[in-house]
DNA sequence: TTACTATTCAAGTATTCTATTGAATAGTGT
DNA sequence: ACACTATTCAATAGAATACTTGAATAGTAA
C-alpha cells in the first residue's frame, strides 16, 4: 500500500471514531445517555428530565440516532429511545472515569453542589453484596417505579422517593437502610437518606447505580416488585 | 436542593464531561491519542506521524492537555507527550469498541483498505498466549526500536519493519512466526506478514497490539531486547 | 371525517471549531 | 553574545453546531 493510501485510511478511520465523540461533545446529549442507562423512554419523558424543548430533544435524539449510540423503536404515538447496546453504557461509564478522575472541576461541582452527601455515609457496591448476602439491611430503590419495573437490584424494595415520606410506616426502625438510585450523579438517593436519618433511620447512600452494579459482574432482577 | 439548583448541579457536571468529549470529537486528536498509546512522543515526531503541521499538532496537543487527557514533561529542547493515565486508554479502548460494533462504516473503510489482510491468517491474543508458552512460535515486534525500548510483549523480538527484509537471515526457516505492531489499524504487522509470507515463512499476524496485550490482564516487558 | 397528540423537519442566527500563517518564547551550542 | 531549534501563541477566514420557531407528519379517538 502506498503512503498516500495509507494516509487516506488512516483519515477515514479515525474520522468514524470521531463522529462518535462529536456525538457525545454535548452536555444535553450526555444527560440524554445517562438517563437512557435506566432503560427505554419517551421523548417526551426525556424533554421533560432534561428541561429542554421537545423539538431540541429530539433533534438532540437525532444525533446521537446517527451515531448509533441509541435505537428507537414506535408503538402507537410514541417514541421510544434506549441505548444501542451495551457497548454505549461501557463507554459512557469510561468517559465518567477520566472526568472523574482528571479534572479537579468535576470534583469542584460535585463538592459545591452535594455538600450534603458528606455528612452522610455512604456503601460501596461490594460491600452492599456481602451486607445483602447477609440479610444485614433492607435495600430501597427509590427511583420511579418505572425503572424499578425494567431492572433494579435483587432484593430491593421499590419506594419512590416522590412517596417516601407517605411510606416511612413500611421501614422496620430498627435496621438498616440502604437508598440507591440512577447512579451517582441522581439525587433521589440523597434525598432518601436526608428524609430517612432525620426520622432517626440508620441509612446509607449506596455509592452507584444499577449501571455500576452491572458494571461489577452482578446480575439484575425485574418487575416481580416487592 | 432546589429544582433550579438541581439543574444547575446537572449542567455543570455534564459539562465537564462534554469538555472530555470535545477533546476527543477531531479525527487528528484521536490519531495522536492512539499514538500516545505506545509512548511519550515529542511534537516533532507526532507531526510527522499523523502529516500535521507543527503548529496543527501543537495546538490539538493543548487541546487534549486542556481535557487533561495527555500530560507534558520538557527536557531540554523537546516536549514529551503522554497519556495522562490508564482510564485515558480505556476510554479510547471503549470509544474503539462502539465504533467497531456499531458503525459499519468503520468495517466499510478497514474491509476497503485493508482487503489484503483477510488473505492471511491472523492470531488472538489468547491463543498467542497459550503457543508462547509452549515457545511454539517466534514473536516479532516490528515497530520502531524505541518503541519497543518502552515496552513491548514478553518474549517479542525487535526487528523494525523498514529493516525486515535486511535481517531476514535471522530468522529461522522453519519456525511459525507471528508478527505484531501498534493495534489493530497500524500497518506494519501487515507488511511484515505480506513480506514473510512471500519468501515462504509460515507467518500470522497478531490480532492487536500492546495495548490490548494489557487490556487483556498481561504483563509487559522492557527493554532488555533481543 | 375531524380534532388531537407525539414527534420530526426546516430555516435562520449566534456561537464554536479548524487550519493556516507568521511572530514570540525558551532552551542549546559556540 | 549569537545563531539555531522546538514549541507555542495570536489572528484570521471558513466550516460546523446549537437553539428557537413554526410547519409537517403520522398515529389515535370520536
Not at 454505549?88 to 478522575?101: F, K, P
Not at 425494567?150 to 412517596?163: F, K
Request: net charge negative; charged share 20%; aromatic share 8%.
Amino acid at each position: 500500500m502506498e503512503l498516500s493510501q495509507k494516509r487516506q485510511f488512516k483519515d477515514a478511520l479515525y474520522e468514524q471514531f470521531a463522529r462518535i465523540s462529536r456525538a457525545l461533545a454535548n452536555p444535553h446529549r450526555l444527560e440524554l445517555l445517562d438517563l437512557l442507562t435506566q432503560g427505554e423512554r419517551t421523548v417526551e419523558d426525556l424533554a421533560n428530565e432534561t428541561a429542554l424543548s421537545i423539538a431540541n430533544a429530539s433533534q438532540h435524539l437525532q444525533t446521537l440516532r446517527a451515531a448509533q449510540l441509541v435505537s428507537v423503536r414506535r408503538e402507537g404515538l410514541y417514541a421510544y429511545y434506549r441505548l444501542a447496546n451495551a457497548s454505549v453504557q461501557a463507554l459512557w461509564l469510561s468517559l465518567r472515569q477520566v472526568g472523574e478522575s482528571q479534572l479537579a472541576d468535576v470534583q469542584a461541582v460535585v463538592q459545591h453542589f452535594l455538600a450534603d452527601r458528606s455528612q452522610y455515609q455512604s456503601i460501596s457496591i461490594s460491600d452492599l453484596y456481602q451486607r445483602i448476602e447477609q440479610q444485614d439491611v433492607v435495600l430501597l430503590d427509590v427511583r420511579p417505579s418505572n425503572e424499578f419495573a425494567v431492572a433494579h437490584l435483587p432484593q430491593a424494595r421499590s419506594i419512590p422517593i416522590t412517596e417516601l415520606s407517605q411510606r416511612l410506616a413500611e421501614l422496620a426502625p430498627d435496621q438498616p437502610i440502604v437508598a440507591y438510585c440512577r447512579g451517582p450523579y441522581c439525587l433521589f438517593a440523597d434525598e432518601a437518606v436526608a428524609t430517612l436519618s432525620q426520622r432517626g433511620f440508620e441509612v446509607y447512600r449506596l455509592d452507584g447505580g444499577i449501571v455500576e452494579w452491572q458494571a461489577h459482574g452482578f446480575a439484575l432482577a425485574q418487575e416481580t416488585a416487592k
